[in-house]
């Protein structure tokens, strides 16, 4: 029998990592000897990273400077951000107006014309196309009568521009607008050429507001179903394009103020076969076309009636919020849904008007404008109207005057009736229900007739508003842009409002949006056309745009920027994860991006404080104030790398919208500008080997080069007396560059070596020692400064280059540029959560090479900041001013490893134990219990976790480490979809495929555990998955348990049963408390557990 003696040490006097040993057999591990090692090796490091960063001499540096530190006020900061988001958003809001104005006009004036194909022709934003010639654009014009062409008719044909790709991602053209129409409606019909007709003179307002907005996408969507654009582009897809703009969130919250909708869907027997399918579809579409302003509930009925969502935690026999999340619920349960019995109108009437009265109760002390309430009742059939119900129930009488009473509708009824062969009288009842209720009536014949009819209600509901021409003006909630590129774009079937998305191969993010809209009505003075709904007309506002009225420079390490909505929703936040980029996922957006509310991405540490949901609601009501939560945080996407922070909310409403945008500032890293009132010299500059933030210094004055005008730019800034100059952050650089000038000499110095004589005995004895001293070989040193200064040192080899040449440079800047601007980046991040004189630890693995066991790849980085002191109203506070990063090679820190744990002290005796002996594993780990160094290479970034969980607990135990549950909501799973098809036929075989597809299940979910476990470590992964990770979603297999899964999920999402569903996790991080506690009580027999040598 073996047994197994575990022997775990942390300790983060000057370094923090964790050494942490295992040894099998009977060998006897006395645990002074791994803190022996532990103290020894960080010693080491410690002397070897401050020699080769310079750190200490720029400390010095730092002493005895002169220098101003400035106090930046969130809170005034915050009104002041607002206000300039404010106006920008004013500017197109003016836009949308006019858009509307110009369009009411213009269909006031006009008079139809019967157009044909054959006498009107229009932009077709389907048939514009940059044709393409082995990668070059070329256009018609240019082709001769040999070249084949593929495209349109040319005399259509509408140049698209290069130039202008940098505000739109696309080629445009400013010298029209483009329409799209939906697939479902002939692109000839005389109805839709008559409405593209009265709507082309509004290319001269598109073009006027252009003026204002460099990067907006104008738009009117009609009621007629097409969309008209500016500026014009091609419209590209992949597959059926089922893009229709009157289902989109900026059309139907313009069109109609938010509704309270009851679905009433019969299921009794006679509702079978192709009837129940129409029913459903058509249920599903009613729900697409809500937004997060309406609320709804579904309720099937025969005998009894019921509520489809059954978890009686969201509906609890009321009114929900149509977000996604909740559609897709209700959705869900929708397809469960079976025929069944007789149905009893009278019950299911007086259950739908219990919940919208509960919701809404009747206002009997004042006229309605227009109802909000609506009940949709779709069924197949009536046997009477059931006017007693609505007499009850609907139906209520106002005053008007002293002497004069008006009926109105409580709720408006619209009815659709189900099927083509229906009787006359079942037709007629459905038919009078919707009329006498101020509704409307649709026959659904068809799936066809589905898409036609369904979304119409909203003009419906839109009418009263029309008639008395009140005009409100919508802001959206946040989406993505249309129409974008084919090579780096496509079309997502998936999503709950059909839409197009981008699928950028390699940025990292797509291209959110924003809108405002407004409803166009007839303004005609006659009874019969007053009032109808023409369309929607607005503004597409880039998000990135809004968000450059951000003084991220003023923020500091760990700082950010919210923007929420009046609903608690994130437009933006440097934690929403509206895209899904994972290899088993594909390029799609998440599912419920337009639904992340701020509580899911702000979690506070102590679950029952209340300072985060007070800024919600302070938020939510547009107020103005600040608020102090500590709160816990993660870098990048992996949740297990989490940090506590201390940070101030500093809050303001951005006025006449619906929004408002939070500053956040970390409590310990603090919001000032350190700066000296000198000059920026010249000769300060080393510019192949430095990096300058592109922060704005003044009017849009940026980072640029040559270096000499930057230097320029930042001179001038420091005299100027314009008050929209940032002087201070102008100073901050010149101070930071100044600064750390010396730097690059100190590493040169290290990387040097000594030349010595043969017979100069005590230089070569210097030498020697000087090189016993270098244990760690480092391929890179970087510093980077509070105000965004950047310098490093390549010590693989760097080329001397010509400083003054900006050509030279570009090649190796262009790999630097991915640390700007220094603050935002995550070695400088890691310095400034963790403690003064602490070098913080990580590796990273090239990507293409992460299952290699080739160690070349992977580098080790410690990152280390410098503090000064600033008084500030009698208190003292550490400023973090700039942090060293070092780039070692892994292969020198696991020999520095294994040499310090070859010998001990004389009071310890070691000889048989030692991190290369066969019988010992040794690791190194992060703060968050990550692998830094292993002997096998390829754990090292894993998850201390996965590895050996028990082991982990037991540091937890002796206060090494404390567990952090985070939760994830935002986290995509594996779903087993069990739901049936959709074929009559296959209901009989429904048995024999739930059988087969759960076989299948089982067999996936084995094959995923041993694809990325072995057999050996089966119990760990148990025992870990169980422990550390649960999720509240049934049937769902957490994505990120599976970090190597390209080939692997392609091949499992391949298989019809199994989707990516969003789903909610609580994962359990770990922090290391810095403690010198050892544990070595942890004995196993290794039958039943397995930590002996991997």
């Known amino acids: 029998m073996q047994w197994t003696l575990s022997v775990v040490i942390a300790t983060t006097v000057v370094y923090l990592f964790t050494i942490v040993g295992f040894t099998q057999s009977f060998l006897e591990l006395n645990p002074a000897i791994v803190e022996f090692w532990a103290t020894s090796l960080g010693q080491q490091i410690d002397r070897q990273c401050k020699n080769a960063s310079g750190i200490k ?53 006009y008079s139809s014309e019967n157009h044909t194909c054959d006498d009107f022709t229009y932009y077709d934003s389907k048939d514009i196309t940059i044709y393409k010639d082995r990668g070059n654009l070329i256009f018609p014009e240019d082709l001769d009568e040999n070249s084949t062409y593929n495209g349109p008719n040319l005399e259509l044909y509408l140049p698209l521009y290069e130039e202008w790709r940098e505000h739109f991602q696309i080629p445009v053209s400013l010298n029209a607008s483009a329409i799209h129409v939906p697939t479902n409606i002939y692109k000839c019909a005389p109805f839709l050429l008559d409405n593209i007709s009265w709507t082309g003179k509004l290319d001269e307002v598109f073009s006027k507001n252009q003026g204002n907005m460099k990067s907006a996408w104008q738009f009117f969507a009609s009621s007629a179903g097409f969309l008209r654009f500016y500026p014009a582009s ?91 999340k909740n559609i897709r619920r209700v959705t869900k349960s929708l397809m469960e849904v079976q025929s ?17 009265q509960k919701h809404s109760p009747i206002n009997r002390s004042r006229i309605n404008l227009g109802s909000n309430n609506a009940i949709m009742l779709i069924t197949d059939g009536a046997s009477e109207t059931y006017v007693e119900v609505f007499d009850s129930y609907n139906w209520y009488n106002v005053t008007v005057d002293k002497d004069q009473t008006a009926q109105l509708r409580y709720a408006r009824i619209f009815s659709y009736l189900i099927g083509q062969e229906v009787t006359l009288a079942n037709k007629n009842h459905v038919k009078w229900m919707g009329c006498a209720n101020k509704g409307y009536f649709y026959h659904i014949g068809t799936m066809a007739d589905v898409h036609d009819y369904v979304q119409d209600y909203v003009r419906v509901m839109a009418r009263p508003l029309a008639v008395h021409n009140i005009s409100h003006n919508s802001w959206s909630g946040v989406h993505l842009n249309i129409p974008l590129p084919k090579e780096n774009f496509g079309f997502n079937t998936n999503s709950r409002t059909t839409e197009w998305i981008r699928l950028p191969s390699t940025a990292t993010k797509p291209v959110l949006s924003i809108s405002v809209s407004t409803p166009v ?148 890293t603090n919001n000032h500008y350190i700066y000296q009132t000198k000059s920026l010299d010249p000769q300060s500059f080393l510019w192949c080997s430095m990096v300058i933030a592109d922060w704005d210094y003044c009017n849009n004055q940026r980072k640029t080069t040559p270096f000499f005008k930057f230097v ?93 040449n900006d050509e030279s440079c570009l090649s190796l800047q262009k790999l630097i540029d991915l640390f700007t601007p220094s603050i935002d980046t995550e070695y400088y991040k890691k310095a400034a959560v963790n403690r003064k004189n602490v070098w913080a630890f990580s590796s990273t693995i090239h990507p293409d090479f992460e299952d290699t066991l080739n160690t070349s790849y992977i580098s080790v980085a410690a990152s280390r900041g410098i503090y000064i002191q600033e008084h500030h109203r009698n208190s003292k506070k550490d400023i973090l001013a700039s942090v060293f990063t070092l780039h070692m090679k892994y292969d020198s820190l696991f020999r520095m490893l294994n040499a310090t744990t070859s010998f001990c002290s004389a009071s310890l005796d070691c000889s048989s134990i030692y991190c290369h002996n066969d019988s010992v594993d040794c690791y190194l780990l992060d703060e968050n219990g990550f692998v830094v160094v292993a002997d096998d290479p390829l ?90 990770m649960t999720s509240s979603v049934s049937d769902l297999t957490y994505a990120g348990l599976y970090p190597n899964d390209t080939l692997l999920y392609q091949q499992v999402l391949s298989q019809k049963f199994l989707t990516l569903s969003p789903c909610q996790q609580s994962i359990k991080s770990f922090i290391s408390l810095g403690s010198r506690n050892i544990t070595n009580n942890h004995v196993s027999n290794c039958s039943e557990c397995s930590y002996s040598k991997r």
């Open 939 to 1028: 754990l090292v970034g894993k998850f201390f976790g996965y590895i050996d969980y028990q082991v982990l607990l037991d540091m937890r135990k002796k206060g090494m480490f404390k567990e952090v549950p985070i939760t994830d909501y935002q986290a995509v799973c594996i779903a087993c979809d069990m739901s049936s098809e959709n074929s009559s036929a296959s209901s009989i075989l429904n048995p024999f495929i739930y059988m087969v597809k759960l076989l299948m299940w089982h067999i996936t979910q084995i094959t995923l555990s041993l694809t990325q476990f072995s057999l050996v470590n089966l119990w760990h992964y148990i025992y870990y998955a169980t422990g550390l």
């Open 712 to 804: 320029d730019i930042i001179n001038n800034v420091l005299k100027s007396s314009d008050p929209l100059c940032n002087k201070n952050l102008a100073a901050s650089v010149a101070f930071d560059v100044n600064i750390t000038r010396g730097v690059h000499a100190i590493w040169n110095d290290y990387n040097k070596e000594i030349s010595c004589s043969p017979n100069n005995q005590t230089c070569r004895i210097r030498r020697l020692i000087a090189n016993s001293q270098k244990n760690l070989d480092f391929n890179m040193a970087m510093v980077g400064t509070r105000a965004g200064v950047t310098r490093f040192q390549d010590f693989n080899g760097q080329a001397e280059l010509d400083q003054s």
């Open 234 to 324: 091609a419209w590209y897809n992949e597959g059926m394009d089922m893009f229709d703009a009157r289902l989109t969130e900026w059309y139907t919250s313009a069109a109609a103020p938010p509704k309270n909708i009851i679905i009433l869907l019969d299921n009794s027997g006679s509702m079978t076969g192709l009837r129940m399918e129409i029913a459903k579809t058509t249920v599903k579409k009613i729900m697409e076309s809500l937004n997060e302003n309406d609320f709804f509930n579904l309720i099937t009925f025969n005998n009894d009636s019921r509520f489809v969502d059954c978890d009686c935690q969201h509906s609890n026999g009321s009114l929900i919020q149509a977000t996604s």
């Open 521 to 668: 009505y007839d303004q005609r003075d006659d009874e019969i056309n007053n009032g109808n709904l023409l369309g929607v007309a607005g503004v597409h506002i880039n998000l990135d745009e809004i968000l450059a009225f951000i003084p991220r420079s003023k923020l500091g390490a760990l700082g950010y920027a919210f923007i929420i909505n009046n609903n608690g929703f994130v437009l933006s936040h440097p934690d929403l994860k509206p895209w899904n980029f994972s290899s088993f996922g594909g390029n799609t957006p998440m599912n419920d991006y337009k639904n992340v509310d701020i509580l899911f991405l702000e979690q506070e540490y102590n679950s029952s404080d209340e300072q985060l949901p007070q800024l919600r609601r302070a938020m939510i009501n547009g107020e103005t104030g600040h608020v102090q939560a500590t709160v816990k945080k993660f870098y990048g996407q992996q949740l297990h790398r989490v940090y506590i922070q201390t940070q101030n909310y500093y809050y303001a409403p951005i006025l006449n919208t619906p929004y408002s945008i939070a500053l956040v500032i970390a409590e310990h």
């Open 340 to 356: 069944i019995q007789i149905a009893n109108f009278t019950k299911a009437f007086q259950l739908a008007f219990d919940v919208l």
């Open 57 to 109: 001499v720029i400390e010095k540096k730092y002493k005895e400077a002169t220098y101003t530190t400035h106090y930046i006020n969130g809170k005034t900061l915050s009104v002041e951000v607002a206000k300039k988001i404010e106006s920008y958003l004013q500017v197109r809001l003016e836009a949308a107006i006019e858009i509307k104005k110009k369009a009411q006009e213009l269909f006031l004036n």
